[in-house]
Each structure stands twice: as structure tokens, then as C-alpha cells.
Nanobody, 115 residues
Framework: QVQLVESGGGLVQAGGSLRLSCAAS????????MGWYRQAPGKQRELVAT???????NYADSVKGRFTISRDNAKNTVYLQMNSLKPEDTAVYYC?????????WGQGTQVTVSS
């Protein structure tokens, strides 16, 4: 079992920045992939960014060049640095971890970008 706890969401003006954190209950070395997803009201949950154990990353086209996923192995934490935020980035952001063909989700953190 893997527990994930997100933090760092909030209200920010367009053009601002936020950093989300996702703390895992196990060593992130034991996780195949960690990622961030988001779900806006009335929309399906979508991938934002992923980070594989080997270090490779993947980003949604809508956030490329603005968001950066990274990790701190000592803290078992994955981050999502979000810059140049837009109102369309408003959503609940979820952290996900994959291990042994199982996926684990955090509870989500709200990000609201005002215009």
C-alpha cells in the first residue's frame, strides 16, 4: 500500500506560480512512475506530467515549457513547479504513483487561477 499526500495548492493570479508537493509513504525508488493529473469541473481527469524511476519525464502539450516535475529522493517527495499559470489550469490536481501494476492516488489539491 502506498499513501500519497499532496499540498501546495491555492489561489493565484494569472501569470503567477505555485509548487505542488506529493509526499509518498514509501521510498520513491520503489515506485515505477509518479505523476500529476488534474481534473477541472465537468471534465475528465487528464495527465499533466509523469516522472519515471529512471528519470525520464513526460508532459501534456498544454503545460510544456511552463510546468516542471521533479523529485527529492531523500524526502520521498515529488514536486510540480507551475509557472505562468493560466485560468485554464484551474483544477483539482492529483498525485499518482504506480508500483507493481497498481496505481495509487492522493486526495487532490485545488489550484485556482484567477484572470
Amino acid at each position: 500500500q502506498v499513501q500519497l499526500v499532496e499540498s501546495g495548492g491555492g489561489l493565484v493570479q494569472a501569470g503567477g506560480s505555485l509548487r505542488l508537493s506529493c509526499a509518498a509513504s514509501v521510498s520513491i525508488f520503489r515506485l515505477n512512475t509518479m505523476g500529476w493529473y488534474r481534473q477541472a469541473p465537468g471534465k475528465q481527469r487528464e495527465l499533466v506530467a509523469t516522472l519515471r524511476s529512471g528519470g525520464s519525464t513526460n508532459y501534456a502539450d498544454s503545460v510544456k515549457g511552463r510546468f516542471t516535475i521533479s523529485r527529492d529522493n531523500a524526502k520521498n517527495t515529488v514536486y510540480l513547479q507551475m509557472n505562468s499559470l493560466k485560468p485554464e489550469d484551474t483544477a483539482v490536481y492529483y498525485c499518482k504513483a504506480d508500483r507493481d501494476s497498481l496505481g495509487y492516488w492522493g486526495q487532490g489539491t485545488q489550484v485556482t487561477v484567477s484572470s
